[in-house]
């Protein structure tokens, strides 16, 4: 099985930048979509963006898609998440996960990390 862990989160004010990684343990992310997801303090965890491992196709949710690129790095066996023009309400904990069929839904995704802290001050 396939462990994502995540680095890269932290505090940053409105309007910075972040970049998440998210490397493989165990085994290579090989056939599987590369996804993450946000859960804010007392709200359900959403869809952010997902990457295709096998063919690099990308998957974003509406409110992230100019400003989150999610890339993959095949020889790092590590996805990518660089965040640019933060906002407040973009703070949450940021969780990978790695899984099969429908990327934008968490229910899809098997294996998940830890979670890194992102928070962006006003």
């Known amino acids: 099985q396939v462990q994502p862990v995540e680095s890269g989160g932290g505090l940053v004010q409105a309007g910075g930048s972040l970049r998440l990684s998210c490397a493989a343990s165990?085994?290579?992310?090989?056939?599987?979509?590369v996804g993450w997801f946000r859960q804010p303090p007392g709200k359900e965890r959403d869809f952010v963006a997902a990457?295709?491992?096998?063919?690099?196709?990308?998957y974003y949710e509406d409110s992230v898609q100019v400003r989150f690129i999610i890339s993959r790095d095949n020889a790092r066996n590590t996805v990518y998440l660089q965040m640019n023009n933060l906002k407040p309400e973009d703070t949450a904990a940021y969780f990978c996960?790695?899984?099969?069929?429908?990327?934008?839904?968490?229910?899809?995704?098997?294996?998940w990390g830890q979670g890194t802290q992102v928070t962006v001050s006003s």
């Open positions: 990457i295709d491992w096998s063919n690099g196709r990308t």
């Open positions: 996960a790695a899984g099969i069929g429908m990327p934008t839904m968490a229910q899809s995704y098997v294996y």
């Open positions: 165990g085994r290579t992310f090989g056939d599987y979509f």
